[in-house]
């Protein structure tokens, strides 16, 4: 269905010239997918107009997909259409510059708590930001193009964000919208090994971590990953923070976390869950996200702690008062 927002978000691209694409800061596949996609879709569509990919960091993860970013000066950004994808809060936007833009449109899937921008995008049942995107390809396909590389990324935020497809917010339009792509001719084979291949010190550091999980008495699985153990097994620290997915299908374990410390001595966190709430959790300490998928940064390991019991006391009161859980 074509929304107001998306005719808007058509009309505000087509009245700028300029077009100033930015995601979250520390990008998942999610991130960078919808915004290359949608980069590529446009470069394709109007060639006249100077579209352009403008973030300060980088994601070794999704390297495979190309080069993001394009460089510019402050008159680019103040004669730009700006548009923010696949982030939440202002405060997580890569590129400060974002607020150089006269118009700001923000398209995203996390829980609207910051309806930033002039035009505001929010869908938070979709699987991802690039389920999104491709939706508002598929709506304006009579006057948009698409090719292997736009659909290939946007193909990949999906797959990443939605756990290939398994996790509750894939419906049938999100398949549907998947299915729309493939057509385009995305590799999968290809695109699933680049994601999915481990090296072999990962699978070493899999074991190592497999060891040195805990549980608390109502079955929060969790894991410190410290600064050594990522020395020990020459890991970036992208590649330490996927330790969150080994816990992901421990029977009992509703609620996993990994907390993986960084080079200034914060701590980053990623909680994950079935079922229960965790997002609240996460606001409490310096974080936010999806119900069941949040970040969050703790600054000690009292405050690890506290998160790990507050964890502990939500999963408790969900296994209290559902059935039938598993
Ligand atoms: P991560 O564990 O970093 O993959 O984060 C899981 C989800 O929570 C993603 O959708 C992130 O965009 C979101 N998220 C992570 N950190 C924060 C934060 N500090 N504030 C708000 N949302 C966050």
């Known amino acids: 269905m074509i929304t107001e927002q998306m005719k808007s978000i058509l ?21 960078v997918g919808s915004t290359k996609g949608l980069c590529e879709i446009l470069r394709l569509t109007y060639p006249e107009k100077d ?21 510019a000066d402050d008159e680019f950004y103040k004669n730009a259409l700006g ?29 609207n708590v910051e309806p930033y921008g002039d035009i505001v995008w929010v869908e938070e049942h979709r699987s991802s930001a690039s389920e999104m995107i491709a939706e508002l390809y598929h709506s304006f396909s009579d006057e948009w193009k698409i090719n292997v590389t736009a659909a290939t990324c946007i193909y990949t935020g999906m797959v990443t964000d939605s756990g290939r497809f398994r996790f509750s917010s894939v419906s049938g ?17 290809v695109l699933f090994a680049r994601l999915y291949m481990k090296g072999f010190n990962t ?10 999980m805990k549980i608390t008495e109502n079955g929060v699985a969790y894991l410190y990953v ?23 299908s421990i029977k009992d374990s509703l609620i996993w976390i990994a907390f993986i410390e960084g080079s200034d001595k914060t701590v980053r966190v990623r909680l994950r869950s ?32 506290a998160l790990i019991a507050e ?3 939500a999963l408790k009161e969900y296994k209290e008062t559902h059935e039938g859980w598993l």
Do not use: W
Not at 60 to 67: A, D, I, N, V
């Open 203 to 212: 699978f070493k550091f899999q074991s190592y971590v497999y060891k040195k």
């Open 83 to 111: 548009i923010v994808i696949d982030t939440g809060t202002s405060d997580r936007i890569s590129n400060p510059k974002y607020k150089l833009c006269p118009k700001l449109v923000k398209i995203d899937h996390h829980i």
């Open 51 to 71: 579209v352009r990919l403008l973030n300060c960091d980088y994601a070794e993860y999704t390297s495979f997909l190309g080069g993001e970013d394009s460089e």
């Open 173 to 189: 339009d999100t398949l549907r919208l998947a299915g729309m792509l493939l057509d385009v001719g995305v590799d999968t084979e």
């Open 274 to 305: 079935r079922f229960v709430t965790v997002n609240e959790i996460a606001q409490r300490y310096h974080g936010g996200g999806h119900a069941c998928a949040s970040g969050a940064t703790v600054y000690s390991k009292k405050e690890m702690k």
């Open 311 to 313: 964890a502990d006391k």
């Open 11 to 31: 009309e505000a691209i087509k009245e700028y010239k300029n077009i100033a694409i930015f995601r979250h800061k520390r990008p998942d596949g999610d991130a």
């Open 226 to 248: 410290d600064k050594g153990m990522q020395k020990k097994f020459a890991l970036s620290s992208e590649e330490a923070s996927a330790c969150v997915s080994y816990m992901d």
